[in-house]
């Protein structure tokens, strides 16, 4: 029996979940906003209590390390915007789109949004998965059909957990050498 195509998407993003829940099990504000190299991006509060993004356009090159406070705000900044803008009525701007304030919030509204795109990519069909009305808005990806964005999300939360785990095994290292 063939394996519908949004299956096949839930599943992929059932294993990339699975790698996420893996490194954030012991996430604490301090690993959360360890910077691991010098002009590290990472997240700061701004003058209104916000938790504001470090950010460039264009970006620098080299692209600077990150943190893994920066990181969850990233994977925050792009889920609100695929959502928004493939199963809502458009996306706040990024500089809208700000850190939750703690590793535990950052976790918890990660957890919503992967809970909110699994529930939106469930009931969908093969001509929805083929259609690119949803993906119009997107800034990225706009010609793309949104099993295409659908696709690029499981890539890209892989991708920025794949960060996540290397920042925190550096984060390990150091305390054991006692380095950090």
Not at 80 to 87: I, K, R, S
Not at 90 to 114: C, F, K, M, Q, Y
Request: proline share 7%.
């Amino acid at each position: 029996m063939p394996v519908a195509r949004v299956d096949l998407l839930i599943r992929q993003l059932d294993i990339a979940w699975a790698l996420f829940e893996h490194h954030v099990t012991d996430l604490d504000d301090s690993l959360c906003r360890w910077e691991p190299a010098p002009g590290c991006w990472t997240v700061r509060p701004d003058g209104r209590g916000r938790w504001v993004a470090d950010w460039a356009v264009p970006e620098p090159d080299p692209v600077p390390t990150v943190s893994i406070a920066w990181l969850t705000w990233h994977i925050g900044f792009w889920w609100t915007t695929t959502l928004g803008h493939c199963f809502g009525t458009g996306a706040p701007a990024r500089e809208e789109i700000t850190w939750p304030g703690s590793a535990a919030a950052a976790v918890d509204w990660l957890r919503g949004l992967h809970t909110e795109w699994r529930a939106a990519l469930l009931p969908l069909t093969d001509a929805d998965l083929d259609a690119t009305d949803r993906t119009a808005g997107l800034p990225w990806g706009g010609d793309l059909t949104l099993a295409d964005v659908a696709g690029w999300v499981v890539v890209e939360l892989t991708k920025n957990v794949a960060e996540i785990g290397s920042v925190h095994h550096l984060y390990a290292a150091q305390q054991a050498s006692g380095h950090a």
